[in-house]
């Protein structure tokens, strides 16, 4: 295999800048699912794929998938794919998910350029949504590729009353909406080899360790839920403490509760990302407070005897304090282990550029673990700069990092094995 141009971690970096520029919010970058600046992301995915060598199409649900094909010798050769997603959280990071795309890509249109061919089909898939941001649907995309997608999601709406089947319509995508598109576009199980992950760590470990790159051993799962809370709204000044039904303390004892019992277990975290007053007034009683939930943790035992605490002594408080409580769930994502025998052949990839093998777990959710459900998968990690910090503009890596990466990345690609 051809050795990769010294500026390829730059270029990289740069194309994450660029990308950057298409943005749903002015000072900072926001992709919403089928907002104009997913589709103009979309677009230039697709134009850096074209122009590194890959065949692109892009599905029912919009994903970008580019193939760079195997060795014409090679007799009905099957499919490694790659990839991660474009979408981003509210005011997020230039390089999460958006790395696991530009780098297999980056690295294609090196081995395209020198002439050099694969025995496989390589497959690098820019997953239209993973974050959930707008119809609050995690892994929607991926959902799609596995042939999983629950038609029930398609009533979904967002903050302006749009459902999924209306944005699906409006997108111009192949089927427009049409369940039937959205479920042949599935892949075939039976052609896939193996799904590997590029990503950045999103966390410190491998920053304050002084290593560039880790393989990951599992994916934490995690459970989801949208807190409605409704109380009875009342006049701040005339209403007695006693007799009030505040649904804004209520969510926030339940909040702390959340993160007492969260704090029992180690590798066990619970968030409240979103919590709001709708139409809320200083001078009145908050008679309605809606929040977010987010319960993760490496061993599915320890996360789900934790969600059953915290749901349980939900419902208490809101007995106790005269006060609703509704809760939306997403479905629940199980912890994925990633498969040794991917994971060796990162860490002999690793050892080849004389780097330590660290293996670490995943505390985010990756679309890795979806596909896990029809094939095998590894990760990759990349060390984050600014104390490890993502979902957030000070998320970064270094041009060093992101040329190293790509270097381990095609050394894993010359060397793969299928597994027996």
Sequence with gaps: MTTLPASLGQSIVEQAEALARHSDMEGGLTCAYLSPAHRATQAQLARWMEAAGLVVRIDAIGNVIGRYEADPAVAEPRVLMTGSHFDTVQDGGRFDGRLGILLPVAVAGALHAAGRRLPYHLDVVAFSEEEGLRFKTSFLASQVLIGAFD??????????????????????????????????????????????????????????????LGVVTHIAGNNRFIATVTGMAGHAGTTPMGMRQDA??????????????????????????????????????????????????????????????????????????????????????????????????????????????RELPSGAGHDAMVMHRIVDVAMLFVRCGNGGVSHNPAETITAEDAQLAAEVFAAFLRDFRARD
């Design 151 to 212: 038609p029930a999601l398609l009533a979904r709406q967002d903050a302006d009353g749009i459902s999924l089947a209306q944005a699906l319509a409006d997108s111009g995508l192949p089927g427009a909406g049409d369940l039937h598109a959205l479920q042949a576009a599935a892949v075939d199980p039976a052609d896939l080899l193996a799904f590997v992950e590029l990503h950045i760590e999103q966390g410190p470990v491998l920053l304050n360790e002084g290593r560039a």
């Design 248 to 357: 804004a303390v209520a969510a926030a004892e339940m909040l702390l509760l959340i993160e007492s019992r969260c704090s029992e277990s180690t590798g066990l975290v619970g968030t409240v990302g979103q919590l709001q007053v709708p139409n809320g007034s200083g001078n009145v009683i908050p008679g309605l407070c809606r929040f977010s939930i987010d319960i993760r943790a490496a061993q599915d035992a320890v996360r789900e005897a934790a969600v059953a605490d915290v749901l349980a002594g939900m419902r208490a408080i809101a007995t106790r304090r005269g006060v609703q409580l509704a809760l939306d769930p997403v479905p629940p994502v199980a912890s994925v282990p990633c498969a040794r025998w991917l994971m060796d052949q990162f860490g002999a990839a690793l050892a080849g550029a004389g780097l330590p093998v």
